[in-house]
């Protein structure tokens, strides 16, 4: 079983950057891709972007595409979401997701291709 946290929301200005954090703990068997996705008021929750399990691999949505970064470190197994030039619209609850990838194929795009979920953080960017 894994567990996934996320932290680093909060309140930023149009324009600014933020920075996200999931961190992973558990057991797995098995290594995993990292994805965040986010839900606004309102809204369905959508795909942001993913990062292979080596880390060698991203992809995002491209709303997100050249303002957001996915790293991660798993020796601290540790996912990042740097988001910078931050947009009104971008105002969700984000959330962590793995994935073992079974049944499934790159770039794991959907909701069901997720085995574990964050509970998610909030940030809201004003205008």
């Known amino acids: 079983q894994v567990q996934l946290v996320e932290s680093g929301g909060g309140l930023v200005q149009a324009g600014g950057s933020l920075r996200l954090t999931c961190a992973a703990s558990?057991?797995?068997?098995?290594?995993?891709?990292m994805g965040w996705f986010r839900q606004a008021p309102g809204k369905e929750r959508e795909f942001v972007g993913v990062?292979?399990?080596?880390?060698?691999?991203?992809y995002y949505a491209d709303s997100v595409k050249g303002r957001f970064t996915i790293s991660r470190d798993n020796a601290k197994k540790t996912v990042y979401l740097q988001m910078s030039s931050l947009k009104p619209e971008d105002t969700a609850v984000y959330y962590c997701?793995?994935?073992?990838?079974?049944?499934?194929?790159?770039?794991?795009?959907?909701?069901?291709?997720?085995?574990?979920w964050g509970q998610g953080t909030q940030v809201t960017v004003s205008s």
């Open positions: 990062i292979s399990w080596r880390g060698d691999m991203t």
């Open positions: 997701a793995a994935t073992r990838g079974a049944g499934s194929s790159w770039p794991y795009l959907f909701e069901s291709n997720y085995d574990y």
């Open positions: 558990g057991r797995s068997n098995y290594p995993m891709s």
